[in-house]
């Protein structure tokens, strides 16, 4: 499983939007990026899954570059209500069963 | 409703009193699997399940056990809890194995050994 490397926090305000960087230089070709958030208290949830360029639902979007070795969560105009921890995790279904998600990046969104 | 849950929420127990965690699932997932969090370390993983009587360790598997008797029950068993287990747990599943397949998450176990 590819090993991921994001921000430990970050820090925002009502309306903004918020980029999210999540590094993973050795991910491998059949590998898929997928992004969670975790508010206090609960336990994460899916926000969005990508392969490659730009995914783009009712939450966030994912951008992705050509070599993968990083993706970027964008939250736009961030309200008091995404602040929460948001994961990068990298992998494939026929891969590696165990899942690393790493420390994440926490996000602070200020009135 | 699909769901995932954890019983109990919150407990409260001794050095070396044996506990168990329930884990169910209602959504026929084969992949189950247990973290662990705590503050600056993130999740970890601790024992996952491919499907029935398939178990295997994750990365912090030390001092804990689990079984999968049943497609929709994944226990975590402390058999032995110590201080440095206090944490918070989470149980999640998934249709299949894979970092691919989207994990869904129980509500938490918030655990103190004292």
């Known amino acids: 499983l590819a090993k991921t490397t994001q921000p430990i926090s970050m820090d925002s305000y009502e309306g903004q939007e918020v980029n999210i960087t999540c590094s993973h230089n050795?991910?491998?070709?059949?590998?898929?990026i997928t992004w969670y958030q975790q508010f206090p208290s609960q336990g994460p949830r899916f926000i969005i899954q990508g392969y490659k360029t730009k995914v783009t639902n009712e939450v966030a979007s994912l951008f992705i570059p050509a070599d993968r070795k990083s993706s970027t969560l964008s939250l736009p105009r961030v309200s008091l209500s995404d602040t929460a921890v948001y994961y990068c995790l990298v992998g494939d279904m026929a891969g590696f069963q165990k899942l690393v998600f790493g420390t994440g990046t926490r996000l602070l969104v200020s009135p | 409703e699909a769901q995932v849950t954890q019983n109990p929420r919150y407990l409260i127990t001794v050095t070396g009193k044996k506990l168990t965690v329930t884990c169910s699932q209602n959504?026929?997932?084969?992949?189950m699997s247990w973290y662990r969090q705590d503050p600056g370390l993130g999740l970890r993983q601790i024992y996952y399940?491919?499907?029935?009587?398939?178990?295997d360790k994750g990365d912090v598997p030390e001092g804990y056990k689990v079984s999968r008797k049943e497609k929709r029950n994944f226990p975590l068993i402390l058999e032995s809890p110590s201080p440095n287990q206090t944490s918070l747990y989470f149980c999640a599943s998934s249709p299949l194995a894979g970092a691919r397949e989207t994990q869904y998450f129980g509500p938490g176990t918030r655990l103190l050994v004292l």
């Open positions: 959504m026929n997932h084969e992949y």
């Open positions: 399940s491919m499907n029935v009587e398939v178990t």
């Open positions: 050795n991910i491998a070709t059949n590998d898929y």
